[in-house]
């Protein structure tokens, strides 16, 4: 909503009519929320109009976790990585499957893409946590987590592709699945990815509202078939994997440059 104070200064709140897109591309970062308002101020010399930041720290406030999930069905989904046309980014579940020699050997990996993460290029990350919602259980077995080593991710389109990209250094060794939940629909956490979400923060080309990527890679158990499927962003009820935040001391908006109008913002 924008409500005129006179012809050079609009006060600006949130309304059902402003999309995550347009305060994004507004702030620089999800500044608005319900009931936050900012003052838009029209400058002659640049023609464009300046938004008045309130305080609101970017990517969320210290000590408080942001959750990430995938936006769209193509941002999660598995592959054989023996069998790269396998790749499906459709299922219902990521597969997790290691067979080692059974049936010719599997060893499927899973890829999770979060868009749109808000987190300042550098900035110090407290701790950040991978959750997961449990499918099918059909053994044990161990697996490491790493993030994709790229400024902004880029989801695979193969299985081809997803072998081929690059890991972050660090890395959640050797996930015990025996320690998630048996019954399906359970959420719960994988572990701790602070130091892999902190890589790829630190990287030269990451910049606020790039995504970021996790794989989860399937350890060789010596040829025992053993499976665990976990929700994907394609299942009915479930939620998919949901990456969570937060920020030792997020980055505080001052004044942020807008467009030449605002009429993505209702008048009232």
Do not use: C
Not at 113 to 131: C, H
């Amino acid at each position: 909503m924008r409500d005129r104070l006179d012809d050079t200064h609009y006060m600006i709140s949130i309304g059902s009519r402003v999309s995550m897109a347009v305060v994004a591309f507004y702030s620089g970062a999800h500044v608005l929320l319900p009931g936050e308002r900012v003052l838009a101020t029209w400058r002659e010399e640049s023609r464009l109009w300046h938004i008045q930041g309130v305080g609101k720290p970017i990517g969320g406030v210290a000590g408080t976790p942001v959750a990430y999930q995938p936006a769209v069905s193509a941002d999660d989904g598995w592959w054989d990585s023996l069998n790269p046309a396998s790749f499906d980014s459709a299922a219902q579940n990521m597969v997790l499957q290691d067979s080692g020699g059974v049936g010719g050997g599997f060893l499927s990996r899973g890829f999770v893409r979060f868009p749109a993460v808000i987190v300042a290029q550098g900035e110090t990350i407290s701790v950040a946590t991978l959750d997961a919602t449990q499918g099918a259980n059909f053994g044990n077995f161990f697996i490491d987590v790493f993030g994709d080593d790229a400024d902004d991710a880029v989801a695979p389109t193969s299985g081809a592709n997803a072998n081929g990209k690059t890991r972050t250094t660090a890395v959640l060794a050797n996930v015990d699945t025996s320690t998630w939940p048996g019954s399906q629909g359970v959420t719960h956490e994988v572990g701790d990815v602070t130091t892999i979400i902190q890589e790829i923060v630190n990287r030269g080309g990451w910049s606020s509202g790039n995504a970021m990527q996790i794989f989860f890679d399937t350890i060789d158990n010596g040829g025992v078939l053993l499976t665990r499927h976990v929700r994907s962003f394609d299942h009915p009820t479930d939620p998919p994997a949901t990456l969570n935040i937060t920020l030792a001391n997020p980055a505080i908006p001052t004044e942020q440059l807008a467009s030449t109008d605002l009429s993505d913002f209702e008048e009232i």
